[in-house]
């Protein structure tokens, strides 16, 4: 166990519970909204806009972490293709690595996964016929990527839809062997999406589903407590503990959706099981802090 880190993560709380000093932990930076797929439950490679430059992502890093962040993901578009002359991603993770407890990236898996990151999430949304309809023909050449790469922390990330609703204990079955771990997030409906709802019934029956998986061994990575609670959605939100960075550099501090959707009210439909697990960690559940120690590792 790290002591220092765990030293600042109270000292973290306490400011935020007792002080009202609620900075956030976790960023969530988009490199780029360019993709090598065009995902039809995807907005983001429909809204095309310049990539972030390396000298502007040099003075954010630190600037992040002045502000309390401690945890960066990088995200797009798909990452993996972020280039600027002759700086890659990597360039990225090792400036970044110099601040935070943990450096990771959401990919689509089409590229190889060679990135040095603590942690790297591929998108798999299905089993081959439902994955290649959502996401265009990608299956087989992500597999492979995830079979060759050396990174030592892959987790498989699945957003479940009504597309692929009824095969989601399959694909756990079969990522299982390949992965460190599966999270999962419902679909969300984007202006520029297919609608994919699924109803909060089929909700419900599929999150009994993988908390049976959980318990028969299977590595799904989100605690019980948490896709419990996503049922209904009957959980305190603490957003103020998520910032956003878009890819022209602008800081949003609180939910992931906040401008990046025409709808009022979007935590109604809110399906993100990262945002669940973070928030009932600053609660002090013991089941969500344990499964941000596993997922993510910072102590």
Not at 165 to 176: T, Y
Request: aromatic residues 10%; hydrophobic residues 40%.
């Amino acid at each position: 166990m790290n002591i220092s880190r765990v030293l600042y993560l109270a000292r973290y709380y306490a400011g935020a519970k007792f002080l009202n000093d609620k900075r956030p932990i976790l960023a969530g930076m988009k490199l780029t909204h360019r993709c090598t797929l065009k995902c039809r439950q995807c907005p983001y490679w429909q809204r095309p806009v310049p990539d972030l430059e390396w000298s502007g992502i040099k003075g954010l890093i630190p600037h992040l972490y002045r502000r309390g962040i401690r945890v960066l993901i990088l995200e797009g578009g798909e990452p993996l293709l972020w280039k600027d002359g002759n700086y890659g991603v990597n360039d990225i993770v090792r400036e970044a690595k110099k601040y935070f407890f943990c450096v990771g990236v959401t990919t689509n898996g089409t590229l190889p996964i060679d990135v040095e990151t603590d942690i790297a999430w591929v998108s798999v949304d299905g089993l081959r016929d439902t994955h290649d309809r959502l996401r265009g023909k990608s299956f087989d050449r992500i597999t492979e990527n995830i079979r060759n790469s050396t990174h030592p922390r892959i987790f498989a990330n699945i957003t479940i839809n009504r597309l692929n609703l009824g095969e989601i204990p399959d694909v756990v079955r079969f990522l299982s062997p390949m992965v460190k771990g599966i999270t999962i997030q419902f679909f969300y409906p984007y202006p520029e999406s297919e609608d994919l709802l699924i109803t909060w019934e089929e909700r419900a029956r599929i999150l009994d589903t993988l908390i049976g998986l959980k318990k028969e061994g299977y590595p799904v990575s989100d605690s019980i407590l948490a896709l419990e609670a996503l049922k209904k959605n009957r959980w305190t939100c603490e957003p103020w503990m998520i910032a956003n960075i878009e890819p022209d550099g602008t800081f949003n501090q609180g939910c992931y959706l906040q401008n990046r959707t025409t709808d009022d009210n979007p935590c109604k439909l809110c399906g993100f099981a990262a945002h669940t697990e973070i928030s009932l960690a600053y609660q002090l559940h013991w089941s969500a802090i344990m499964a941000g120690k596993e997922i993510l590792g910072i102590f």
